[in-house]
C-alpha cells in the first residue's frame, strides 16, 4: 500500500530560523511528488511538483528536493508569513491521476 | 480566471438529509475530485472524475455520490447525512497532475 509520512507534525521556528520538513514515501513507482501549502480555512495551494531523484525546486525562500525515498522542503530564513500546514502528496504508477498525501506539517514562525 | 469555486462555504444538517456540494472551475481541466479532510486524517479522496460524463471511486465513497454532466462542475451528494460525515470538503481540478483545489466547504451533521 502507498504511503506518505511528514515529519515532524508541528514545527516553531524564530523568524530568521532556517529549517527543512520531511516528506518519505513508499510508493510502487513515483510518477510525481507535489508540495502544497495550506493555510487556516482555505484550500490547498500548489507549490512544486519534482519527478525524479536530484531534481530541486526554489521559490522565494522555500526549496524542495528529492531523492529515491524522501523529499525535504527547506525554509531558509523563515518570516511569519510562512507560517501554514505543508502537504506532500505523490502520484504512483498504479494512481493513475490519484494522489496520496501525507497528514502534513503545521509550521508556526514567531516574530 | 475565478479558478475552482465552491458551493455553499458551510452547511448545517441534520442526521437524514441530503444535499448537494456543487464544484466549479473555470480552467478547462478534465480532472476533477473530491476529497474530505478531518484532523489527523488529512486529506481523503472520496470520488473523481477523469472527464465529462465519467466518474470513479476513491479512498472513501461510501455515503457519497457523484456528477460530472458538464465538463466545469462536479457534484457531490450526500443521501443520508450522517454524523460521521461532519468534515471540510474541498473539491479540486487538474489538466495533468498538479491539482488545484477549491476553498472548501464546511459541513456539520448533527
Known amino acids: 500500500e502507498d504511503q506518505v509520512t511528514q515529519s515532524p507534525e508541528a514545527l516553531r521556528l524564530q523568524e530568521g530560523e532556517s529549517s527543512s520538513l520531511n516528506c518519505s514515501y513508499t510508493v510502487s513507482g513515483l510518477r510525481g511528488l507535489f508540495w502544497y501549502r495550506q493555510d487556516p480555512g482555505k484550500g490547498p495551494e500548489f507549490l512544486f511538483t519534482l519527478y525524479s531523484a536530484g531534481e530541486e525546486k526554489e521559490k522565494e525562500r522555500l526549496k524542495a528536493t528529492l531523492t529515491k525515498k524522501e523529499s525535504f522542503l527547506h525554509i531558509t530564513a523563515p518570516k511569519p508569513e510562512d507560517s501554514a500546514t505543508y502537504l506532500c502528496a505523490v502520484r504512483t504508477q498504479g494512481g493513475s491521476e490519484k494522489l496520496v498525501f501525507g497528514k502534513g506539517t503545521k509550521l508556526t514562525v514567531n516574530p | ?110
Not at chain 2, 26 to 52: A, C, F, K, T
Not at chain 2, 54 to 61: Q, R
Request: proline share 5%; hydrophobic share 30%; with cysteine.
Open chain 2, 1 to 110: 480566471n475565478a479558478g475552482v469555486t465552491q458551493t455553499p462555504k458551510f452547511r448545517v444538517l441534520k442526521t437524514g438529509q441530503s444535499m448537494t456540494l456543487l464544484c466549479a472551475q473555470d480552467m478547462n481541466h478534465e480532472y476533477m475530485y473530491w476529497y474530505r479532510q478531518d484532523p489527523g486524517m488529512g486529506l481523503r479522496l472520496i470520488h473523481y472524475s477523469v472527464g465529462e460524463g465519467t466518474t470513479a471511486k476513491g479512498e472513501v465513497p461510501d455515503g457519497y455520490n457523484v456528477s460530472r454532466l458538464k465538463k466545469q462542475n462536479f457534484l457531490l451528494g450526500l443521501e443520508s447525512a450522517a454524523p460521521s460525515q461532519t468534515s471540510v470538503y474541498f473539491c479540486a481540478s487538474s489538466y495533468f497532475y498538479e491539482q488545484y483545489f477549491g476553498p472548501g466547504t464546511r459541513l456539520t451533521v448533527t
